[in-house]
């Protein structure tokens, strides 16, 4: 993303952040990570990430999403003997549509913009309304959309190390904050 | 606690979770555990617990605490070779003054019963406002008690296995809900 348009983008995901009624530190909110995964899309493919910790053992970060926008297809592998990362996502506001490796759901209720549909190829379907939460075993292909009044999610998880994710998309280059 | 108490506590607590702005299952709110610790004084030592994961990794819940209460100093120890639990508290709602081992903090602002005075001996004052946290080291003696608007927790740790606890006051008597 240009500048402008980082900025931009940070100022819509902290509005997010703001209307969930979850309190974050100013340093939390300066350390954020506002990721395009390197598309230059980012209100189609994007996510905005507040890490609170990340131990050996175990990570917690927030996730902001804006209308429709999506986390693209990507797993955590084993690295170096290390078991991929166990995760939970738990929805605290609006609603998310989660596909994961399994029996494809007909009729999918996310909405992927056609230059995209060639980068999708897990369709399992997991709806998460507020309260609602659900745990990926290491090595799980998945992804999510926001629907239209965007979405909060926490994510509960082993050690982050995203930049040992694989993801579907070759075109998606990523430099996270967790590492 | 008697039966009509209990039912009395679980209200205080679920109001004071209601009020925090996040959201539960109805299921989570009737599997929410609300403990006086054996003591039969819940509005001095007592919690009321949401556990949300509780993985053989990892582990969240939300902790509610009515006003001055206090969770009695325990810590987790280490069990069958397995390394006790590592935690990280987030405080989302009120002020919270969290006690661990090390060098004790002169005139701390927390106010311990007298009749339980003899109960705590780690003193190092933490103070938690929103969006706040700490981590604790396995096996680290520590206790908490909320100030007077009460208080709501996040807790990520690594596995729950509560049954394990230690407590300082050998009076405690605990059936959690996590094993």
């Not at 974050?24 to 990721?35: A, L, S, W």
């Not at 955590?76 to 994961?100: A, M, Q, S, W």
């Not at 490796?101 to 007909?106: A, Q, V, W």
């Not at 369709?123 to 998945?142: A, S």
Request: glycine share 6%.
């Amino acid at each position: 993303m240009q500048e402008k348009e980082l900025l931009i983008a940070r100022q819509n995901i902290i509005n997010i952040f703001k209307a969930s009624c979850m309190v974050f530190t100013q340093k939390e909110i300066e350390d954020m990570e506002v990721t395009d995964f390197g598309l230059n899309d980012f209100y189609s493919i994007g996510l905005g990430i507040i890490i609170y910790v990340n131990t050996e053992k175990v990570c917690a970060k927030e996730l902001a999403m804006t209308p429709f926008q999506i986390c693209p297809q990507h797993m955590h592998p084993n690295i170096d003997g290390v078991e991929g990362k166990e995760e939970t996502f738990r929805c605290r506001v609006g609603e998310v549509y989660l596909y994961v490796n399994g029996f494809p759901t007909e009729n999918i209720k996310a909405r992927i913009p056609d230059k995209y549909l060639k980068k999708f190829n897990v369709f399992h379907e997991i709806i998460l309304k507020p309260g609602d939460q659900y745990t990926l075993k290491p090595q799980t292909w998945h992804w999510f959309q926001a629907r239209e009044e965007g979405a909060v999610l926490s994510e509960f998880s082993t050690h982050s190390f995203d930049a040992g994710d694989i993801f579907y998309d070759k075109n998606i280059k990523r430099i996270p904050k967790d590492n």
